[in-house]
């Protein structure tokens, strides 16, 4: 099968879409990333001619829904802007640029009423948010599922243990003004009375003395591997409404890292007890002093976040769903099998 993804940009979606098509690739099929800011729609798809599109809503164009109307046997499925009652009854200035536009909800609800086409709408909230966050396509007609992020075992597991990056604590996240106002109340104060060994890596710098620049990507989880905790932090408006759960929690356990994570409702769904959380920044603090003095504590979890990750949040799960949703059950099984040995060597 061929599969063209399509992306906007190097944003975290950027490492998100990859590790989808590497799961894709390792199943057989024949994968494209697709710069949509380079490469004219109709010049991608008559040069590749995919079996299975996947695509967004939010930067879908007039010459993609004439390559997608010109191709009738196409699977289609798309990420989408959020409208649901949610985002009616929250300010904007709240829920931040999270909503699907006026231009495009008419350009895909007219795609559909033509085509039929996306077969379905996706976004990496938890199950029980779609009603709420996604409501209004449904109600038009077009399916919509969850189908959350994951952990892209091909990158980000079997970190080994370094001197050179041994820490307490090991962060890496560019320090980006949105995502600032929760690394400001959680972590800042830590690196202000030195109390701890912390190292931070990012691709834009933090004004901390403890940034120590950019990092290549083969050694991330090496450096993460060495730290004794690893923080997740959300963005701000994850532990407003709780649904969005970004990809560093899978990254990090699939790593076998111990994290103590932010409070997001959605992520407490996910994981339960498997994973420890912080309600505030003053519990946040106090658990990362007990586990730093204590760290044989953190095996429990350790353990139990690892399974979970591997037993159901890989890209691989996420591409055998892909496949059931889409009706292509000998692809779907084809997929489990795949990854059921791919599990046994890791």
Not at 91 to 117: F, H, R, W
Not at 263 to 285: C, H, Q, R
Request: aromatic residues 14%.
């Amino acid at each position: 099968m061929k599969i063209l993804i399509a992306n906007d940009g190097p944003c975290a979606f950027y490492y998100i879409r990859l590790g989808l098509a590497r799961a894709f690739n390792a199943c057989g099929h024949e994968v494209s990333m697709w710069d949509i800011n380079n490469t004219p729609a109709m010049d991608m798809f008559d040069n590749f001619n995919p079996d299975l599109f996947i695509g967004q809503t939010y930067n879908t164009t007039r010459s993609l829904c004439t390559a997608i109307k010109e191709r009738p046997h196409m699977k289609v499925i798309m990420k989408g802007g959020d409208w649901g009652t949610l985002g009616e009854s929250t300010p904007v200035e709240i829920y931040g640029g999270l909503n699907a536009s006026a231009n495009e909800k008419e350009m895909i609800l007219d795609l559909y009423e033509e085509t039929g086409k996306p077969d379905y709408l996706h976004i990496h909230y938890p199950p029980e948010y779609i009603e709420q966050t996604y409501g209004h396509w449904i109600d038009h007609g077009i399916p919509a599922y969850s189908d959350m992020l994951a952990a892209d075992i091909f990158e980000y597991i079997k970190g080994q243990k370094r001197p050179e990056f041994e820490s307490d604590i090991s962060f890496i996240g560019g320090y980006w003004q949105n995502k600032s106002q929760v690394f400001n109340k959680y972590l800042l104060p830590l690196c202000n009375d030195f109390k701890y060994r912390i190292k931070i890596f990012g691709n834009n710098p933090w004004p901390v003395p403890q940034y120590c620049g950019y990092v290549q990507n083969e050694i991330v989880k090496d450096i993460l591997a060495s730290a004794t905790i690893c923080p997740n932090l959300s963005e701000p408006h994850s532990g407003v409404f709780g649904f969005d759960i970004i990809e560093r929690p899978f990254k990090l356990l699939a790593n076998k890292c111990f994290m103590i994570s932010d409070y997001v409702e959605g992520l407490n769904m996910t994981f339960g007890d498997k994973i420890v959380m912080a309600k505030s920044p003053t519990d946040f603090w106090e658990k990362i002093d007990h586990f730093i003095k204590n760290p044989i504590d953190r095996l429990e979890y350790i353990g139990k976040g690892y399974n979970e990750v591997i037993n159901n949040h890989t890209y691989f799960h996420r591409v055998r769903d892909i496949f059931a949703k889409l009706g292509l059950v000998s692809h779907a099984k084809q997929c489990n099998e795949v990854y059921q040995k791919i599990k046994e060597r890791l």
